[in-house]
Structures are given as structure tokens and as C-alpha cells.
């Protein structure tokens, strides 16, 4: 008699934890595919960050902060879980795994940002969006991602259609 109840008991403590949300799951870092994201680089990726309602002017996102990551399964994982807002991307929570590789900028009053002496690679640009409109929703992320050569200096604009993650 007293194993079906430890059965059931076992089964119910289960049960409850599973009905609760589980905190996220950190992705765990690996710096080998990082490793030549660390070295200064000579090239640059430069563009705006602009909202649009349909028939409307652009908004452009002022003072936005933006972060350049590489294109990696980790950082897609990060981003996924930052646009949830469940992982930080900007300031003192920062994981410390990914500080020295991770490029800060912000944007000017015009939605303006820069950021120079990147690395050759795939890169993840992302803007944290506080202005609301209609298909980006003020705390969105938006991401853009490219692949950047050796020298180049590449233009993007980022506008609420990069709402998708990669």
C-alpha cells in the first residue's frame, strides 16, 4: 500500500513543477567559433534605425542602443531570449561570457548608429525599439543580419520589418 502512494505522490510533485514556468535555460558559451570575432578589425557597419506606419513619414528610433554580435548559434539564442525579455543585451547584467565580443553604439536623433573596427564575419545587428508602432510594438528587437569582408563598410536601414529573429 505504501508504494502506489509514494507513486502518486512522486507523480504529483512532478505535475506541479512542471505546470510552473521554468526559468530560461542560459545558452551555454563556447568561444571557439568566437575566437576571431576578438581581434580588431578594419571594417565598419553604418545605417539608421527608422519605424514606419503606412502612409506616414519614417520615426527615426533616437537614442536607441544597439549591439553588434556575431552570427552564431549562441548569439541567435541570446537574442531570442532578450527579445522575450528574459535575457539582458545592453548594460551591468551583461552575461560576462560574450562582453568582449559583443560591439556597442546608440543611436543619434535620427536614428543614425556606426559601428567601426568590426572583424570579417557574420554579424547580428540588433536595435531596442521604444517607440510603438503598429507591426513593432514599443520593447521590440529589431535584427538585421550580414556578412561583413575584410575593409568594407557596409550601409543597412533597419525599420520595423526586422522585427523577425534570425
Given at each position: 500500500?505504501?508504494?502506489?502512494?509514494?507513486v502518486?505522490?512522486?507523480?504529483?510533485?512532478?505535475?506541479?513543477?512542471?505546470?510552473?514556468?521554468?526559468?530560461?535555460?542560459?545558452p551555454?558559451?563556447?568561444?571557439?567559433?568566437?575566437?576571431?570575432?576578438?581581434?580588431?578589425?578594419?571594417?565598419?557597419?553604418?545605417?539608421?534605425?527608422?519605424?514606419?506606419?503606412?502612409?506616414?513619414?519614417?520615426?527615426p528610433?533616437?537614442?536607441?542602443?544597439?549591439?553588434?554580435?556575431?552570427?552564431?548559434?549562441?548569439?541567435?539564442?541570446?537574442l531570442?531570449?532578450?527579445?522575450?525579455?528574459?535575457?539582458?543585451l545592453v548594460g551591468?547584467?551583461?552575461?560576462?561570457?560574450?562582453?568582449?565580443?559583443v560591439?556597442?553604439?546608440?543611436?543619434d536623433?535620427?536614428?543614425?548608429?556606426a559601428f567601426?573596427?568590426?572583424p570579417?564575419?557574420?554579424?547580428y545587428?540588433?536595435?531596442?525599439?521604444?517607440?510603438?508602432?503598429?507591426?513593432?510594438?514599443?520593447g521590440?528587437?529589431?535584427?538585421?543580419?550580414?556578412?561583413?569582408?575584410?575593409?568594407?563598410?557596409?550601409?543597412?536601414?533597419?525599420?520595423?520589418?526586422?522585427?523577425?529573429?534570425?
Amino acid at each position: 500500500m505504501k508504494r502506489p502512494f509514494a507513486v502518486m505522490a512522486a507523480t504529483a510533485a512532478i505535475v506541479g513543477c512542471s505546470s510552473k514556468p521554468l526559468p530560461p535555460e542560459k545558452p551555454q558559451f563556447d568561444a571557439l567559433p568566437h575566437s576571431g570575432y576578438l581581434a580588431k578589425g578594419t571594417s565598419t557597419i553604418r545605417g539608421q534605425v527608422v519605424l514606419r506606419e503606412r502612409g506616414e513619414d519614417p520615426i527615426p528610433c533616437s537614442d536607441a542602443p544597439m549591439i553588434a554580435t556575431p552570427a552564431t548559434a549562441y548569439f541567435r539564442q541570446v537574442l531570442r531570449l532578450a527579445a522575450k525579455g528574459q535575457m539582458p543585451l545592453v548594460g551591468d547584467d551583461v552575461d560576462p561570457d560574450y562582453r568582449s565580443i559583443v560591439h556597442h553604439a546608440q543611436c543619434d536623433t535620427k536614428g543614425n548608429f556606426a559601428f567601426d573596427g568590426l572583424p570579417p564575419g557574420d554579424w547580428y545587428v540588433a536595435a531596442s525599439v521604444t517607440s510603438k508602432v503598429r507591426d513593432a510594438p514599443e520593447g521590440s528587437l529589431l535584427v538585421y543580419k550580414l556578412r561583413l569582408k575584410k575593409d568594407e563598410t557596409i550601409q543597412i536601414v533597419m525599420t520595423d520589418r526586422d522585427v523577425r529573429l534570425p
